[in-house]
T-cell receptor, first 117, second 110 residues
Framework: GAVVSQHPSRVICKSGTSVKIECRSL??????MFWYRQFPKQSLMLMAT?????????EQGVEKDKFLINHASLTLSTLTVTSAHPEDSSFYIC?????????????FGSGTQLSVL | QKEVEQNSGPLSVPEGAIASLNCTYS??????FFWYRQYSGKSPELIMF????GDKEDGRFTAQLNKASQYVSLLIRDSQPSDSATYLC??????????FGKGTMLLVSP
């Protein structure tokens, strides 16, 4: 199947710093990428939808000025957590869409565990 | 609001048994359904998807869909300890991306 590469896999940072997470589609062009956040024992929660060349669409309750998303090419999307705080500590996962005739498949990156001290 | 409900578990089955995972969804406009497996601390991986009523088989996995009852299930035959993971059900309505359930933890004991 399609491969989505995400890094770093783990980040530990001090409160107030910014962290950038990269998501790349390695063998296909991803016109749309999605960013999810998952807290322990919770489901994946969609944060934003990123379309190549346009502004990201954020879900209700997600601060667009805090979670900056850039999707400058068909193979790369980045999520920057600005001025991170301990409550931002979570597992962040990107996914990219590959569309078949009648179904949508999502392939996920390996995830980034963010710990803010 | 679109919701996908799953029993959090854990569902415990002995090795070699059939594991049955269930999921219900609230949006009647949902058209396709997905089962993902997620190991602890790892990203989800797609196991199967289904969009027609009835059964769909792939190896040891069978997905079942009943749109009238808004019910999706995943059967795992000959369960192995390596199947121990959290299984996420997701529904797609065509308007946006997938809506995920919270997942069911499956424990397969040797």
């Amino acid at each position: 199947g399609a491969v989505v590469s995400q890094h770093p896999s783990r980040v530990i940072c001090k409160s107030g710093t910014s962290v950038k997470i990269e998501c790349r589609s390695l063998d296909f062009q991803a016109t749309t990428m999605f960013w999810y956040r998952q807290f322990p024992k919770q489901s994946l929660m969609l944060m934003a939808t990123s379309n190549e060349g346009s502004k990201a669409t954020y879900e209700q309750g997600v601060e667009k000025d805090k979670f900056l998303i850039n999707h400058a090419s068909l193979t790369l999307s980045t999520l920057t957590v600005t001025s991170a705080h301990p409550e931002d500590s979570s597992f962040y996962i990107c996914s990219a869409r590959t569309r078949e005739t009648v179904n949508e498949k999502l392939f996920f990156g390996s995830g980034t565990q963010l710990s803010v001290l | 609001q679109k919701e996908v409900e799953q029993n959090s578990g854990p569902l415990s089955v002995p090795e070699g048994a059939i594991a049955s995972l269930n999921c219900t969804y609230s949006d009647r406009g949902s058209q396709s359904f997905f089962w993902y497996r997620q190991y602890s601390g790892k990203s989800p991986e797609l196991i199967m998807f289904i969009y027609s009523n009835g059964d769909k088989e792939d190896g040891r996995f069978t997905a079942q869909l009943n749109k009238a009852s808004q019910y999706v299930s995943l059967l795992i035959r000959d369960s192995q300890p390596s199947d121990s993971a959290t299984y996420l059900c997701a529904a797609h309505s065509g308007y946006s991306t997938l809506t995920f359930g919270k997942g069911t933890m499956l424990l397969v004991s040797p």
